[in-house]
């Protein structure tokens, strides 16, 4: 079956096979499933149809990366990167753009001036190799047989199947020539996988299969029922990413952040556990390092380090938000503490301002979004601000009533808890 696979993978990759015989293969593997061997066999002939990163031998063992199924907010690898190059890791991450409700790293990073993410696999060794990261999107020669194949899942109802996730995902992470990986596979109502028992399973399915292909593989599940942190939009995310590189971030962000690269320090050896690992990653946006390798980084992909010269928490009004952006605060209508906030309300209310792609081909706009001016938790007074969209023109009729009933708030006290419900690994 191994070789029957290895074949389809080819004549997806040189064209031999049709449109029509790749989705006649694609349905039945939606229909029937595979086993874990042949997933693995899949993930492997599909990193192998194009180019596999290599490292010099000296430091092969440190290249690790990331890789988030999707949320409201969810910026984790943007001040992830830079703390794990700050500790002595290396991050080739490749990542990709948001589609729907869910953010994308790359039109993030875009929304810096000049900052480009579309390099050559020479330049991301390069850049690598100095710096000790790179955050670009994928080149052609990386995994082609899951382009296509992709493609043709969008279009034909086959998105949804366990083996074709997992290989997909995989297969990517794979080519990057990783010694380790962490997964953040999320859970709720504005997650890919609504229900934890979906998300455990893609999380179980990935880390058995890039194990099997010899990488040392941990998956975090974690919930996306609130917007992760206070910031939602292209560059808004931005600013609380330098806040967070800063020091100055959202608990719950730092903490996904922490957390995750503390297993990737431990999987590549340089922490003796997730504790340990995680302690460093803190320290390293406490000590000015992770910041220093995030504007090396700017300085190398074309953005200008100089946008960030100053204090974090002016950013917003020193030029990397358009200052002719209109503002509306929502206010909240009754005293208690705020209990729920719907991450998919607020997403869509983003989205309908232009944040993000209802189609492939949407043009976004980087600036437009929202902060929230509270969290879970917190107590609030009728008439306290609960959160700032950032516009253009007149609000979209109803917005402001749909974010308004997006807060519950009550009288009794509110249990917060870590955003974390497992590590599977």
Not at 43 to 62: N, V
Request: net charge negative; hydrophobic share 45%; with cysteine.
């Amino acid at each position: 079956m191994s070789a029957d696979i290895g074949r389809f993978v080819e004549g997806v990759t040189n064209d031999s096979l049709t449109d029509d015989e790749v989705v006649a293969w694609l349905r039945g593997v939606f229909e029937n499933g595979l086993d874990s061997a042949q997933i693995v066999a899949l993930t492997e002939a599909m990193r192998d149809s194009g180019e596999i990163l290599e490292w010099p031998a000296d430091w092969a063992h440190l290249v690790v990366d990331k890789h988030s199924t999707g949320g409201v907010g969810d910026k984790v690898s943007i001040p992830l990167a830079p703390a794990l190059a700050a500790c002595g890791l290396k991050v080739p991450m490749i990542s990709g753009r948001g589609l729907g409700h869910t953010g994308g790293t790359l039109d993030k990073l875009e929304s810096i001036a000049g900052f480009r993410v579309n390099l050559s696999t020479d330049e991301v060794r390069g850049q690598v190799e100095r710096i000790g990261l790179a955050m670009v999107g994928q080149t052609e020669n990386l995994v082609p047989a899951d382009r296509r194949m992709y493609a043709l899942r969008d279009v034909t109802g086959t998105v949804a199947s366990l083996p074709l996730i997992t290989s997909s995902i995989v297969s990517k992470k794979a080519a990057e020539g990783l010694t380790a990986l962490v997964l953040d596979v999320k859970h709720g109502r504005a997650a890919f996988m609504v229900e934890r028992e979906q998300a455990e399973a893609l999380a179980r399915s990935m880390v058995e299969v890039a194990n099997g292909m010899g990488i040392q593989t941990t998956a975090v599940l974690s919930t996306m029922d609130q917007p992760l942190g206070c910031a939602v939009g292209n560059a808004l995310e931005i600013v609380e990413s330098v806040e967070t590189l800063c020091g100055r971030g959202p608990h719950d962000l730092e903490e996904l952040v922490c957390v995750q690269g503390g297993l990737l320090l431990t999987g590549a050896g340089l922490a003796e556990d997730m504790v340990a690992g995680a302690l460093l990653i803190h320290n390293s946006l406490n000590d000015g390092s992770a910041f220093e390798r995030f504007l090396q980084m700017v300085a190398a992909q074309g953005g200008s380090p100089s946008d960030f010269d100053t204090d974090a928490s002016l950013l917003r009004s020193l030029g990397l938000l358009d200052t002719s952006l209109l503002s509306t605060e929502i206010f909240a209508e009754s005293a208690g503490r705020i209990s729920d906030i719907d991450a998919l309300a607020v997403a869509h209310a983003c989205l309908d301002l232009g944040s993000g792609r209802k189609k492939l081909n949407d043009t976004v706009d980087a600036q437009v979004g929202a902060i929230l001016e509270v969290q879970k938790g917190d107590e609030v007074e009728s008439g306290d601000p609960l959160i700032v969209i950032y516009h253009r023109g007149t609000l979209p009729e109803g917005m402001s009533e749909n974010l308004s009933s997006a807060f519950t708030i009550q009288s009794d006290e509110v249990d917060v808890q870590s955003r974390i419900t497992d590590i599977i690994g």
